[in-house]
């Protein structure tokens, strides 16, 4: 199994960069930040920082979305930041939740990220693509160019395209019943049009809290600290809730249930530790969604994620022990995953 570090690009870029470094030091090998451009600072100039400190560190974003740069932009980006140091980058790419919405958009249709998809990476990999009648390539990229592309997904039809056309599945949460469900949708819809489903890489992405023990007040501070979390899915499930209906066969209610207090979002607050508007979050889902407990918990429930088929876990690091999880990591959990 890899393991990803997840971070908004609050400023200073500097931290950013210093923590993907203190990653890469500690055993990951993935570094995703989040990607919308009114509430952080842009993702991709701070990429070359990261790459620039770090040696082997793969980045990218969790994620981006077909809406906000043109899609021949996005893939030269990419493509120059692969050219500078190497094929060290992932297209992670969804709808654009607080992309759009901040920017008084909807989120992207599933047609338009079907589309993009194929664009970017096509032109990432140095293949051409038809720009509505117009056929490009970029004339400087090497040969060996590549760039895979992720999908975030949540819905029935999302999972299915998934399957279908990514490289890889970004599934944004750690519950192993959810785990299971949502790797089988994306792993059918791979065989059902005839790829190789071991070829989809599988990344789950949650937060992690360390704590120094299993004791009640330990564990009250680390949901605090990562009910966002909750906050934050909600609002992707409310979206399917909206289109499926409370209580569709399409959409499980382990996933649904839990959104019935919710009564609105701020963007402000978004994937913050002190989101006001996460309170309707049950502990129970804290628990499901997140990691959290002593080292010997993590391990736990990563060997039962890795069991269930995730090649990746991606840690989200928005709390008030970044540097420690990293460390903890480093030093107990991905050794005794990985051995």
């Not at 770090?54 to 043109?70: A, D, E, F, I, Q």
């Not at 989120?107 to 970017?120: C, F, G, Q, W, Y």
């Not at 429930?301 to 480093?330: P, S, T, W």
Request: aromatic letters at 8%; charged letters at 25%; hydrophobic letters at 40%.
């Amino acid at each position: 199994m890899d393991f990803g570090l997840v971070l908004q690009t609050d400023p200073p870029a500097s931290r950013v960069i210093e923590l993907m470094k203190r990653a890469e030091d500690n055993g990951f090998t993935y570094g995703w930040t989040f990607d919308s451009a009114v509430l952080w600072q842009e993702p991709f100039v701070i990429y070359s920082q990261i790459l620039s400190r770090t040696s082997t560190l793969k980045v990218g974003p969790m994620v981006t979305n077909p809406g906000t740069r043109t899609w021949e932009v996005t893939a030269s980006t990419f493509a120059t930041l692969n050219d500078m140091f190497g094929n060290r980058t992932v297209c992670g790419i969804g709808r654009g939740d607080s992309a759009m919405r901040v920017a008084g958009r909807k989120p992207n249709t599933l047609a338009r990220i079907s589309e993009a998809m194929k664009v970017i990476r096509s032109l990432g990999s140095g293949g051409e693509a038809d720009l509505g009648g117009t056929v490009i390539r970029f004339p400087w990229i090497k040969e060996d160019a590549e760039l895979p592309v992720w999908m975030a997904a949540y819905g029935p039809k999302a999972l299915k395209m998934t399957g279908e056309e990514a490289d890889g599945f970004i599934l944004q949460l750690s519950d192993l019943y959810l785990t299971e469900y949502m790797v089988k949708a994306v792993k059918d819809a791979a065989v059902a049009v005839g790829r190789d489903p071991s070829e989809v890489r599988i990344c789950v992405a949650a937060p992690a809290y360390i704590t120094e023990d299993d004791s009640p007040e330990a564990l009250a501070h680390a949901r605090e600290q990562c009910r966002w979390f909750g906050g934050m899915v909600g609002n992707h499930v409310a979206d399917l809730v909206s289109k499926y209906g409370e209580h569709s066969a399409a959409v499980p209610e382990e996933l649904t249930d839990y959104i019935k207090a919710r009564e609105g979002y701020d963007y402000s607050h978004h994937g913050r530790a002190d989101n006001p508007d996460t309170a309707f979050v049950p502990d129970e889902i804290v628990d499901r969604f997140c990691v959290i407990g002593t080292p010997e918990a993590h391990i736990a429930k990563l060997n039962a994620l890795r069991d269930l088929g995730v090649d990746q876990f991606a840690v989200y690091d928005m709390h008030d022990a970044q540097e420690r999880v990293i460390d903890v990591y480093g030093s107990t959990v991905i050794p005794a995953i990985t051995g």
